[in-house]
Structure formats: structure tokens, C-alpha cells
RNA sequence: CGGAGUGUAGCGCAGUCUGGUAGCGCACCUGCUUCGGGAGCAGGGGGUCGGAGGUUCGAAUCCUCUCACUCCGACCA
């Protein structure tokens, strides 16, 4: 992977990194599609025991699925504060009062979940946190000293969406990670945005994704300035017409400083000077003409991230100002910057899959390694399977030990399904030579490797 | 929110038309034989048939109401 070095380790995240025994864990796997299922992921994904579903858009998150999360929303964590944001934790449950100072209360619609609470008092179910994020804001900063700040936390929303669907790719209640920016001036602001920006891009590029970044219309949300990142596959929800020169670009390669502006600004201008957009906002006769024949891609896009401009939308009718070097009381320059975590562990999926299962590109798999004990029972196999668990094990490497007494084919189709990077298959027929065998998920390949050098592969 | 459909065992389904002992495959449990890409045989466990009313000697099945879920369209991290 582009980043080396990145881990969860001083997180509680950290605990999710405990290796397991399959006899001993809870992956309730399904041989058949359930019918619900429409797309390739939410089957997957119900098939793996990653989800259940609890009603209409609600998940439970089983341990496979549960890991899968955890490290998706833990790639974001580090991104988000290696751009200068912190996180913060609001609660799901917010007063109405806050979004009737802010117009949206009634704007909102039905999408909003609202709910009153013992004292008749109206509350909601949080869609998004631009009203509490202001108005947190607003009391604890006064002066232009305290500016630019980045405030984000990953937390679950609700939106009563009319037909939820595609199981955790639209679902009412789900993970997002959501920042906002507060600065002085528009042009702090707009640095403020294409640091996020190039985050973006990096966060998913560590998931093994291509995000391209498309020109979009702000929605409810309001504002200037908007992109959404969408990551190519064939279920996603938007048609998307971009230049395939995107494909081609190097995209581990913004590892800047974010404090210069100018590099940063460098990125953005790269990566938007290309022609992209979502159909909302795609002009034919621009992509025509911008774009060369050969290069013009044109498919079905997963909207997995959206960041926002909108300037002093909030902070003026929320009061939220700041005492300039001149004396005078100005709204501060604000911006929202949206991931959807939950979304990412679906999208992720469709972007990698094949006809057996899931392909997890190693950053987010929820396991490296899928050891295979074909013969569970046989003395030798046993005692190697364990030396090489317990091993891999004090090497801190994440693995899944198929220790369950079946039968090889079961073993072989169950590590397929669920897709870990690297499978470490033990046999009597190898360890009579002393060697196991590994096995890419991702491509295939097979190879025989002496077990005095194997623990040197992971 | 309009349109279409489905609710029967953990999953996939049959049975409903024509009322009469609740079934099949997979999964699960026991035993034996197997064991390098989802084995075979034998035995076994598990269901208030989405819910509530009604009709009937008798309802998964007929009637009424209701709930949930899925899919197609307009909206969205």
C-alpha cells in the first residue's frame, strides 16, 4: 500500500486487530442469495454474515462486517486529522429549536426523523450536523485568533429515506463522517475546502479506491462551491461522464504539506481541470468537446463522498461571527465535508469482487491473512496450523484461522466468500515436504512456500 | 409518495386456485464411510404458516382489516 506504517494502534480500534479462531467466532455464512438482495455487495455482505437487517434500511453489524467498518472509518480518522481537523462527538439526538433557528426545520421534509421526547419537547434524529456544529461553534470562539478550524466526528444519521435500498449503500440510518470548516475570509475558506478536497482523495486511495472528484449541485445543503467523489461501478446510483485521463493519474502522489497553500491548491486545480461530472450536471456538448473521443468515459458512479462551500449560509442566520482585526463582527466562511463510512464497506465490494466473493484490498480487509487447516484433527496439520496461528499471532499480523472440522471444499469456497487478501492453506500432502501453500485472493496465484519462510510473506 | 409484488424452519422454496395429519432442498444434530475446491448413506431436531378478527365441524388455504418487507419510478452521504 501507498502508506506504510499507517495502522490503528493507538485507537480502540486497535482491539479489532485480535486474530480468531473460526470454531470460535460468529460468521453466520449463507450458501444461497437471500432474495431481498439485488445487488452484488448487500448479497455478499449477507451472505459473508457481515449484516442483518432489522428493519428498512437498518443493519446490525455483525464481527466480519463490524472489522470491515471499524478499519473503513478508521482510515478516514487518520486522513481527516493529517488535514489539520479534529474530531469532536455530537449526539445523534438533537432539539428541533436549533434547526428553526436555522430555517431548515420545516425545509427539511419527512426525511427527517422527528421524534418528541417525555416532556412533549420536539427532537430529531440528526440527518447531518451543520445547526449543532455552528452553534458549538459559536460559543467558543469570539475572535479571529481562534480561525481556520476543521471540526468533524463520525457518527450514525437517520434519514427517513422514501425507499431505502441496496442494503447499506442506502440505508436510513447510517455512518458518516462529516467536518465542517470555519475561517475568516472566502479565500481561507477555499483553502480550507481543497485541503479537504485532496484528503479525500487520499483517504480513498488508501481503501484501494479511485474516487473521482465531479462538479455537483449542492442540494439542501446550499452553497458555492460542491464536488462529489464517486468511484466507478456498474450498480452506482449516478450516470457519470468523465475524461479517462483520471484513470491514468497518479493518485498517491499528493502526500503535501496541507499548511501550503499553494501545493494544495495545485492538486485541486489537477484533479478538476479534467473534465467530470455526475449527470445532474453533465453538459454534453462541453464533454464533447473537452474530452477526445477515446477518452471519454461515460458509466455509473457510487457517490461516497461530497464536500461543500457554502460560505456564511449558517453562520449568518445562526449568529455564528467572529470580532475581525478591524473590530468589526463578521460570519465566519464555512464549509461541510461528508464520507459515508457505512457506504464504503458496499461500495468497496462492488468495486471488487468477483464470481467466488469478496476481493478486500488489504487496507480495510477484516482479516490479512485466512489460514486453512485442511485436515482439523490430524496431529501434524494441527500442530503446524497452531505454530503458524500463535506466530502470526505475536507478529501482530490479523488472521483467521479455519480451524472448524470440515471438509477442504467448504473451507476453500467460505475463504473465497469472504475474501481475505491472503489465504495460507496446510495439508498433509505439503507439510510432507515442508511447505504450505499461499494463495492471492486477488489474483489467484498460488505458490509453495517452505514453512521456515513463511512467516517472512506477511 | 404513485405503481407492482412477497410474507410458510436460519436460507431458498412448494403447498393456497379446489379447506381435512405442515412439506422439500440447503444449513443444523448423531453415527459410519469419506476428506487438496461446497461428499455418501442412515437416523434426528427445529415452524403459534407476518398479525388480528371472521366464516366453518375443521383455515397456511376462504373473507375483512392490519403490519412488515422487496422491486420499478420522482428525491439523496
Redesign the pocket.
Known amino acids: 500500500m501507498p502508506w506504510p506504517g499507517e495502522s490503528l494502534k493507538g485507537w480502540p480500534d486497535g482491539e479489532l486487530r485480535i486474530p480468531m479462531r473460526l470454531s470460535q467466532y460468529f460468521m ?12 452484488v455487495s ?1 448479497k455478499l455482505m ?2 459473508c454474515g457481515m449484516i442483518r ?6 443493519y446490525s453489524w455483525l464481527p466480519l462486517g463490524f472489522r470491515v467498518l471499524k478499519k473503513i472509518e478508521q482510515i478516514v480518522r487518520e486522513e481527516q486529522n493529517r488535514a489539520g481537523a479534529i474530531e469532536v462527538l455530537m449526539p445523534t439526538i438533537q432539539p428541533a429549536d436549533l434547526w428553526r433557528k436555522s430555517g431548515r426545520y420545516d425545509a427539511y ?3 427527517m426523523l422527528r421524534i418528541k421526547d417525555r416532556h412533549d419537547r420536539d427532537m430529531l434524529f440528526g440527518p ?1 450536523n451543520e445547526e449543532m456544529i455552528t452553534d458549538i461553534f459559536r460559543q467558543g470562539v469570539k475572535s479571529y485568533k481562534d480561525l481556520p478550524r476543521n471540526l468533524y466526528h463520525i457518527q450514525w ?1 437517520f ?1 427517513d ?12 440510518e ?5 467536518a465542517y470548516s470555519f475561517d475568516l475570509t472566502r479565500e481561507a475558506g477555499q483553502h480550507s475546502y481543497n485541503k479537504m478536497f485532496v484528503s479525500y482523495l487520499k483517504t480513498f486511495a488508501r481503501m484501494g479506491l479511485k474516487a473521482v472528484p465531479m462538479r ?6 446550499g452553497g458555492k462551491d ?1 464536488h ?2 464517486l468511484i466507478l461501478a456498474e450498480t452506482g ?2 450516470g457519470v461522464f468523465f475524461d479517462r485521463a483520471f484513470l491514468d493519474m497518479d493518485w498517491t502522489a499528493f502526500d503535501i504539506d496541507y499548511d501550503d497553500v499553494g501545493a494544495v491548491a495545485r492538486v485541486v486545480e489537477d484533479f478538476t481541470s479534467k473534465y467530470a461530472a455526475t449527470d ?1 450536471k453533465h453538459d454534453a456538448a462541453e464533454f464533447d468537446r473537452r474530452v477526445p473521443e477515446a477518452a471519454r468515459v461515460t458509466g455509473r458512479g457510487i ?4 464536500i ?1 462551500f457554502f460560505g456564511t449560509k449558517y453562520s449568518e442566520p445562526m449568529g455564528a461571527v467572529v470580532q475581525g482585526p478591524d473590530g468589526k463582527m463578521v460570519p465566519v466562511e464555512s464549509g461541510s465535508y ?6 464504503l464497506v458496499g461500495g468497496i465490494i462492488e468495486a471488487s469482487h468477483d464470481e ?2 469478496i476481493i478486500w484490498p488489504e487496507a480495510v480487509a477484516p482479516f490479512k491473512v485466512g489460514l486453512i487447516n ?2 482439523a ?1 490430524d496431529a501434524d ?1 494441527d500442530a503446524a496450523c497452531e505454530t503458524i496461528y500463535k506466530a502470526l499471532e505475536a507478529k501482530g499480523v490479523e488472521v483467521l484461522y479455519d480451524d472448524r ?13 469472504i475474501g481475505l487478501p491472503w ?1 495460507v ?8 515436504d515442508g ?3 499461499v ?1 492471492n485472493r486477488k489474483t ?1 496465484e ?1 505458490e509453495n512456500v517452505a514453512l521456515a519462510t513463511l512467516l517472512e510473506r506477511f
Open positions: 453466520p455464512i449463507l450458501r444461497d442469495d437471500p432474495k431481498e438482495a439485488e445487488i448487500h449477507l451472505r437487517q432489522e428493519a428498512a434500511g437498518c421534509g419527512k426525511e447531518t444519521k434519514r429515506e422514501v425507499r431505502p435500498r441496496f442494503g447499506v449503500m442506502r440505508g436510513r447510517f455512518l458518516m463522517k462529516d455537483a449541485e449542492t442540494g439542501p445543503i460542491s462529489e467523489f446510483e449516478s445532474e457517490e461516497v463522498g461530497h461543500f461528508g464520507i459515508g463510512v457505512s457506504r467466488a466473493g485442511l485436515k484433527g496439520t472440522d470440515e471438509r477442504p471444499g467448504g473451507k476453500f469456497a467460505t475463504m473465497d466468500l489465504q492453506i496446510i495439508g498433509p500432502r505439503g507439510l510432507k511447505i504450505a501453500e494463495k489467484g498460488r
